[in-house]
Nanobody, 117 residues
């Protein structure tokens, strides 16, 4: 069973930076995509960025230019470096790993990121 353990998050002021990390463990030998989502109360969880095991990355509009997703393939760690944070980035952030060939995904526990103005 694949498990995800996250770290990072917290309270920062606008303009500051934070780095989130997430470690995946278990049977992770096939092609996969590690993703970061975020969710605010009353809204749907939204994709922030993703990176595949082939190191192809993707960013949604809110993340472009400020966030960087990266991964250490050998250790199955995914990072989300968030710079120039804004109050609207305040959310619970979740890591996720998707296995397209299996048709399955796993979620990590959320971590709160709060950006004060």
């Amino acid at each position: 069973q694949v498990q995800l353990v996250k770290s990072g998050g917290g309270l920062v002021q606008a303009g500051e930076s934070l780095r989130l990390s997430c470690v995946a463990s278990g049977e992770i030998n096939d092609f996969n995509v590690m993703r970061w989502y975020r969710q605010v109360p009353g809204k749907q969880r939204e994709l922030v960025a993703s990176v595949s095991s082939r190191n192809d990355s993707f960013y949604t509009e809110p993340a472009k230019g400020r966030f960087t997703i990266s991964r250490e393939k050998e250790r199955n760690i995914v990072y989300l470096q968030m710079n120039n944070l804004k109050p609207e980035d305040t959310a619970v952030y979740y890591c996720n790993i998707l296995f397209p060939s299996r048709g399955t995904q796993r979620w990590g526990q959320g971590t709160q990121v709060t950006v004060s103005s």
